[in-house]
C-alpha cells in the first residue's frame, strides 16, 4: 500500500496523468492485432500515424474492406496486440 502512495505521489508531482503514463508504455507497431471493445477481431494495424513529435497519434486499420482511423488515445496493450475503447460497430462507422 505505502508503494502505491509513494508512486501516486511521484505521477502527481510530475503532472502526468495514469492515461498519459499508459500511452508513453504502449507500442504499436505493423501488424498487431486490433480487437474491439466488444471483443471483435478488427484486423492488423496497417499503419502508425505519428505527430511531428515523432509520437504515435493515430493507427489505421483495415476493417470490413475499409480503413479506419483509430486514434491513439482508445488503444489499451492486450495479450495478443492492442484493444480499441470503441465497439466494432464504432470503428464501421469511422473513416
Do not use: C, F, H
Amino acid at each position: 500500500m505505502r508503494s502505491i502512495i509513494i508512486a501516486a505521489a511521484i505521477v502527481s508531482s510530475l503532472g502526468l496523468s495514469g492515461a498519459a503514463l499508459a500511452q508513453e508504455a504502449l507500442t504499436v507497431k505493423n501488424g498487431m492485432l486490433v480487437t474491439s471493445a466488444d471483443g471483435k477481431k478488427l484486423g492488423r494495424v496497417y499503419e502508425v500515424k505519428k505527430g511531428a513529435d515523432g509520437a504515435p497519434t493515430a493507427i489505421v486499420v483495415i476493417n470490413d474492406a475499409k480503413m479506419a482511423t483509430l486514434a491513439i488515445g482508445t488503444l489499451t496493450k492486450a495479450d495478443n496486440g492492442v484493444t480499441t475503447s470503441l465497439t466494432a460497430a464504432e470503428v464501421r462507422k469511422l473513416k
